[in-house]
């Protein structure tokens, strides 16, 4: 009579082991995950740069000047806000650093802006998902066209169409879910199991339509993808957990611990879990007040948002992915061309830039994020903790707004 009750505890131990944690770890972390999130909507949407045709012979002609573009960065972020940090490398070397103003003002820190400093990377995180679920797929030597079908869980409604969606185009946020929303809508567990229940519009599936619930549901499938669940898991007894808060809670686990290892290890960063550090940078409005705000996205909100990395961190993987620390450089492009976890690419004279931008606000506070990975194998990345002062419902415009311009502006003819 008590077996039901021994497989129970046998499952949540082979869990455990594949997550690398302690029971006393899962048990805390069941407790932390529905208040984790402050909100998970990232209210950020692309912009989209018309592009300039360059013919590809005259291409090599042409080459971003790092040190026009860091001038002219620097002349428009000093302008802006409570403060900022961006870093600029080309194949791992440092080709330019600034900071300024604070990441936490006065009775918040103080702590001025510097290069160790951690920030909520928002949206930017679906870049490292993106990373991650290919490593993920090739590990399982499945093609990025799989059907996503066979991995979700067993005990959800399935919308019509929902089981034919593709890695591929939920990657490229093409998968048509949540065309109804008015912004970039949910990220979290509720948003996925109810995008699946509704099924994509027909419409929209091939057809860029950006939502942070696609990133949502990559997020759950790792667990299946990594094997620490099967899609007819149930909780154990033992745990006392409805279906939803245990599928949440350990597909977030799951997620994490793929990142840390096929991510963050080959990039030389340090493990992270989803809670802010200490001195991280809070996020503030124009004109700034104190107290900033803390912005938090919890395993609730991962895989669409919410990892805390500091700009070096980030310059660094950024180089890493690129040079071929989490796989082949051939590959490293294929992710870039295909636009996984990216925005649309934006042309130049000198070829394409590749971008990423993320924000994250809470009332009249707010943070902004972006990664350009340009030609000439030229990375940035920024971070500014503040954004501009707004009159709700309409939305702020961010203090990184001009910067894919002034990349487009530094482009210079070369001999």
């Known amino acids: 009579m008590s077996r039901p009750d021994n497989d129970g505890r046998v499952q949540f131990e082979t869990m455990l082991d594949r997550l690398r944690i302690t029971p006393q770890r899962f048990l805390d972390l069941q407790h932390d995950i529905g208040r984790d999130a402050i909100t998970t909507v990232d209210d950020l949407q692309p912009v989209l740069i018309r592009p300039r045709r360059m013919p590809r012979l005259l291409q090599p002609f042409f080459a971003i000047n790092p040190d026009t573009l860091n001038h002219d960065l620097r002349a428009t972020l000093d302008g802006f806000g409570v403060g900022y940090c961006y870093m600029m490398k080309r194949?791992?070397?440092?080709?330019?650093?600034?900071?300024?103003?604070?990441?936490?003002?006065?009775?918040?820190?103080?702590?001025?802006w510097a290069p160790h400093i951690p920030m909520n990377m928002a949206s930017v995180s679906k870049f490292v998902t993106a990373i991650a679920a290919v490593r993920?797929?090739?590990?399982?030597?499945?093609?990025?066209?799989?059907?996503?079908?066979?991995?979700?869980?067993?005990?959800?409604?399935?919308g019509t169409g929902s089981d034919s969606v593709s890695f591929h185009t939920l990657l490229r946020h093409e998968a048509g879910f949540d065309a109804g929303a008015t912004d970039s809508g949910n990220g979290d567990f509720a948003a996925a199991k109810s995008a699946i229940a509704k099924g994509p519009t027909a419409s929209l599936v091939g057809n860029f339509t950006y939502r942070n619930v696609n990133f949502a549901i990559l997020r759950i499938l790792f667990a299946t993808l990594t094997g620490t669940l099967t899609a007819g898991s149930k909780p154990p007894s033992v745990l006392n957990m409805t279906e939803d808060s245990f599928w949440d809670l350990v597909s977030g686990l799951s997620y994490e611990t793929t990142v840390n290892d096929t991510v963050f290890a080959p990039a030389s960063i340090d493990p992270h879990d989803h809670s802010s550090p200490p001195n991280a940078a809070l996020a503030y409005g124009t004109p700034p007040a104190t107290p900033g705000m803390p912005m938090v996205d919890g395993l609730g909100g991962s895989g669409a948002s919410g990892w805390h990395l500091s700009i070096g961190e980030l310059a660094r993987l950024l180089n890493e992915f690129r040079a071929g620390a989490m796989m082949s450089q051939s590959r490293a492009r294929q992710i870039l061309a295909q636009r996984y976890g990216l925005d649309v690419p934006f042309s130049t004279r000198a070829g394409t830039v590749h971008w990423k931008r993320g924000r994250r606000m809470s009332g009249q506070q707010g943070m902004d994020s972006g990664v350009w990975l340009m030609p000439g194998d030229i990375d940035l990345a920024v971070y500014i903790n503040s954004i501009p002062a707004f009159t709700p419902p309409a939305q702020p415009s961010s203090y990184n707004d001009g910067i894919s311009q002034l990349i487009i502006d530094s482009v210079r003819l070369v001999f």
Do not use: K, M
């Open 136 to 158: 993920l797929l090739r590990a399982n030597n499945l093609a990025l066209t799989t059907t996503i079908g066979p991995f979700l869980p067993q005990y959800w409604a399935r």
């Open 91 to 112: 194949r791992g070397t440092l080709l330019h650093f600034g900071a300024s103003g604070f990441a936490q003002r006065g009775s918040d820190g103080p702590i001025s």
